[in-house]
T-cell receptor, first 111, second 115 residues
Framework: DAKTTQPPSMDCAEGRAANLPCNHSTISGNEYVYWYRQIHSQGPQYIIHGLKNNETNEMASLIITEDRKSSTLILPHATLRDTAVYYCIVRVDYTGNQFYFGTGTSLTVIP | DTGVSQDPRHKITKRGQNVTFRCDPISEHNRLYWYRQTLGQGPEFLTYFQNEAQLEKSRLLSDRFSAERPKGSFSTLEIQRTEQGDSAMYLC?????????????FGEGSWLTVV
């Protein structure tokens, strides 16, 4: 699986959009981009995933660049409960292979 | 609640004792995963099952660790002769291999402290 690079930490004001970047320059054509988050002492929570088109769900939006070498997770209106570590992962979707987590981005939403 | 269930949530044991964790996956999920997470690190893969077959094991899974999924439903992770370095959160996850996606859903984890 391709490796990902994320900034170790970010701050965001409450009510503003949080934009979390991820670089995955070695991504293969059949690898999806997944985002999870982990609130302190809890298990990782699935947020969203995509292959090449932008995706949106009730939690977030995922913007993938045309060359697929990077992506951005957008939380449109960050709340204090969005304070968590966010992991960007790339993997082939149809296999049983595990996710490789990095150290993620620690997002702090500031009141 | 129909999510991944793990038991116990917290376990304190003395060094050298054996411990066992149980995981109940989401109903009808045929894949089940075990991960380990230490403070400040992301989860690390240990092993995964498709139905009752254990298909992959990480080198992190030493001989003291054994995982089973006897009927393709719940799974157990046993650690024998625990060491202080085994202190971590043990995460279980499950997914369904059919359909259009293979999103993995995690449980809340089982915290192990070896004293």
């Amino acid at each position: 699986d391709a490796k990902t690079t994320q900034p170790p930490s970010m701050d965001c004001a409450e009510g503003r959009a949080a934009n979390l970047p991820c670089n995955h320059s070695t991504i293969s054509g059949n690898e999806y981009v997944y985002w999870y988050r982990q609130i302190h002492s809890q298990g990782p929570q699935y947020i969203i995933h995509g292959l090449k088109n932008n995706e949106t769900n009730e939690m977030a939006s995922l913007i993938i660049t045309e060359d697929r070498k990077s992506s951005t997770l957008i939380l449109p209106h960050a709340t204090l409960r969005d304070t968590a570590v966010y992991y960007c992962i790339v993997r082939v979707d149809y296999t049983g292979n595990q996710f490789y987590f990095g150290t993620g981005t620690s997002l702090t939403v500031i009141p | 609640d129909t999510g991944v269930s793990q038991d116990p949530r917290h376990k304190i044991t003395k060094r050298g004792q054996n411990v066992t964790f149980r995981c109940d996956p989401i109903s009808e999920h045929n894949r089940l995963y075990w991960y380990r997470q230490t403070l400040g690190q992301g989860p690390e893969f240990l092993t995964y099952f498709q139905n009752e077959a254990q298909l992959e094991k990480s080198r992190l899974l030493s001989d003291r660790f054994s995982a089973e999924r006897p009927k393709g439903s719940f799974s157990t992770l046993e650690i024998q002769r625990t060491e202080q370095g085994d202190s971590a959160m043990y995460l279980c996850a499950s997914s369904f291999s059919g359909g259009s996606g293979n999103t993995i859903y995690f449980g809340e984890g089982s915290w192990l402290t070896v004293v």
